[in-house]
């Protein structure tokens, strides 16, 4: 298909189809991952004890019965890592024994529509392929936790039949194991953490490739010499992350003795350095709020820093010569919050990790400053503030704190800035901080859950901020879950900002040709509820062209070969004519596609008049179809509708019936 401009489009509509059920989406485990388990993989415990948990997943994956083992245990003993290697290891037996290529290995995204009732039917089943679904953070939400285990046992057994195999990632307790034998004889148990120094000495080995640094790690007990200076930072206890996070830090460092220090004190998360600056500035309130001022506007100009911890203690600049000649010069008290001073500007950022600290340190130490904080952004991030260009940064550290504290507290005192800001920039800020927290791991169920909520409040700002979100990655990776808040969204009674919002991040995930099929089904599968309006919304919004036209020449050049595809969108149309509440958006697109019929690159202007015909055949009486063929007083159409308009004459029977006959439906 070189040279095919259209090549994309026809390759996509190949995917369109409106049978069969869209599956969940599937992403491939990383090289880095994979190179984790195949040269890093520690299998030992701190007192040598073996850790049997992936041999004996690996033997029920390539045993008899069920293709499935579920690797169960505690947070922080790597159960991820665990499984990866289960399918890693799996998938080299069956290339042993079948004489074939390697399995494709990957990781399901539980995008379930319903996450307390999740729908194994939609687990993809591909032949010749080992999937990880990581269930530990959402299964203690399941309603019927029994009925999809033995659910999720079933589809293995049907895996078992096409080559392929699944890892489940569960929490300690949430796998109902006593439910029945089957259910109980798929579980496997990571109860022995990998030994911490062990994964952070094979990190830096073979991951970073910096063998010279494993003295550092050295904890004095093998004779390889002294204690290395980062061994005292790891216990029994630290996880295999906190290893892997120490090497990290080990590894990135220029390898300098103050770049060493560095990296052990961003690994411990700057604590010794937070606590003595919070204690040096006790009582000074306000090198402390220059403290904050820093954090948030790192890099920036010192006197716009200076003034930004002014207005966070609401305080005027100085005004009387005493005062202002008194105490320290500005670049010294930068210096004594950790700052540096580079000309006219500061910075955190050498120091990486050490705004996160002093944030969190300031969250759980000082609870009371939480909604003056969040209220004094608002004026930072307003339009010609200096937070304004930051507005990236800023989301980040939020992110940060509302996912290291774990707690969905901050996410709802988050949440409750909306409700005092319904400008479109700061309400982008604050969506990017909630697709970023629906992302993370342990917070991620919760946070989707909220999403849920606030998709079906009154308020404007709030499901416009919702609707944004749905813009963000979150859609790429929850695509079922962001229709169903879309769908809420989209059914608002009024057309307001946060409906139109909406059917922009609706035509984002369509623009995504892998996401399109799905879009597409769901749409259709809204838009064929009678006075469903937010399926009548969806569906003009999906194939208005405007915007970008990819999906509406996907979706006719689909329709040109499937009969299934053109009656959806003659059904997509009936429809939304017969909802009057869509009346404005139906006659829009209507003039739309008469343009697009002029434009030979776009679309096939024969098959806009085919549907549109049969369409004005069932709806000449409603009002958007009547001003399209019949035209409106004191309006004047261009040329594109008014050649649309001959094209779409009926013969007179069709336009008057004849008395007695029915009129047509």
């Not at 969190?360 to 000082?366: E, I």
């Not at 069932?618 to 159409?637: C, K, N, Q, W």
Request: glycine share 6%; aromatic share 4%; proline share 5%.
């Amino acid at each position: 298909m070189e040279g095919n401009d259209r090549s994309t489009i026809i390759v996509a509509a190949g995917a369109v189809t409106m049978t069969g059920k869209q599956l969940l989406p599937v992403a491939g485990i990383s090289e880095a991952e994979l190179d984790v388990v195949r040269t890093a993989w520690v299998g030992i415990g701190t007192k040598g004890e073996p850790i049997t948990a992936v041999a004996a997943a690996t033997a029920l994956l390539t045993g008899d019965g069920a293709a499935l083992a579920v690797i169960a245990g505690p947070q922080g003993h790597g159960k991820r890592t665990a499984g990866i290697k289960a399918l890693w290891d799996a998938a080299l037996v069956q290339k042993a024994e079948a004489d074939r290529g390697l399995p494709s290995l990957m990781e399901i995204r539980p995008d379930w529509d319903d996450p307390e009732c999740p729908d194994t039917s939609e687990l993809p089943d591909a032949p010749g392929t080992g999937y990880l679904l990581d269930v530990a953070a959402e299964i203690d939400r399941w309603k019927d936790r029994a009925g999809v285990a033995g659910a999720l046992v079933t589809h293995a057994e049907a895996l078992r039949r096409k080559g392929s195999f699944l890892v489940v990632v569960c929490n300690e307790h949430g796998w109902p194991e006593e439910a029945s034998g089957a259910v109980g004889r798929v579980v496997t148990r990571v109860a022995v953490r990998p030994d911490p120094h062990r994964v952070a000495m094979a990190h830096l080995e073979h991951v970073h490739h910096v063998p010279d640094r494993l003295y550092l790690l050295n904890t004095g007990d093998s004779g390889a010499g002294p204690t290395g200076d980062a061994s005292h930072l790891l216990t029994e206890n630290s996880s295999p992350a906190d290893a892997v996070r120490l090497a990290n830090g080990l590894a990135s460092s220029d390898g300098s003795q103050q770049g060493l220090q560095d990296a052990l004190a961003a690994f411990q998360q700057w604590q010794r350095e937070v606590k003595d600056v919070f204690k040096k500035t006790e009582d000074n309130a306000d090198d402390r709020a220059l403290l904050i001022a820093s954090v948030f506007l790192s890099g920036g100009e010192a006197l716009e820093v200076q003034e930004a911890a002014r207005s966070l203690l609401k305080e005027p600049a100085k005004q009387d010569v005493r005062a202002i000649l008194t105490g320290p010069d500005l670049t010294t008290r930068f210096k004594s919050i950790n700052a540096r001073v580079d000309g006219r500007h500061i910075t955190l950022d050498h120091r990486p990790g050490y705004a996160r600290a002093v944030l969190l340190h300031l969250w759980q130490q000082r609870a009371d400053i939480h909604t003056h904080l969040l209220a004094w952004l608002t004026t930072l991030t307003a339009p010609q503030q200096p937070g304004a260009g930051r507005l990236g940064p800023i989301s980040d550290l939020l992110v940060q704190l509302a996912v290291a504290e774990n707690d969905i507290r901050v996410i709802d005192k988050i949440r409750a800035w909306i409700d005092h800001d319904d400008d479109t920039e700061h309400l982008t800020l604050i969506a990017q901080v909630l697709a970023t927290a629906a992302e993370a791991d342990a917070l991620g169920p919760d946070v989707r859950s909220r999403l849920l909520k606030w998709a079906q409040a009154p308020a404007e700002a709030v499901a416009t901020t919702v609707a944004l979100v749905c813009q963000t990655g979150f859609a790429k990776r929850y695509p079922h879950q962001a229709l169903v808040r879309l769908q809420h969204i989209l059914g608002r009674a009024d057309r307001d900002t946060a409906v139109a919002t909406a059917e922009s991040a609706l035509r984002l995930m369509a623009a995504q040709e892998h996401q399109l099929p799905l879009v597409w089904k769901t749409v259709s599968r809204w838009a064929g509820q009678p006075k469903n309006l937010s399926g009548h919304r969806a569906f003009l919004a999906l194939l208005d062209p405007r915007t970008d036209p990819f999906v509406l020449r996907v979706m006719l050049t689909a329709a040109e070969s499937k009969p299934e595809v053109r009656e959806a969108l003659v059904a997509g149309w009936s429809a939304a004519l017969s909802d009057e509440r869509v009346d404005p958006e139906a006659r829009e697109l209507l003039i739309t596609w008469a343009h697009a019929r002029m434009d030979d690159d776009l679309v096939s202007a024969d098959l806009i008049t085919d549907i549109l015909r049969q369409v004005v055949g069932r709806h000449l009486m409603s009002t958007p179809i009547s001003a399209l063929v019949f035209g409106e007083p004191d309006v004047r159409y261009d040329a594109a509708v008014i050649e649309l308009r001959k094209e779409l004459q009926l013969p007179t029977s069709d336009l008057f019936p004849s008395a007695g006959s029915p009129w047509r439906p």
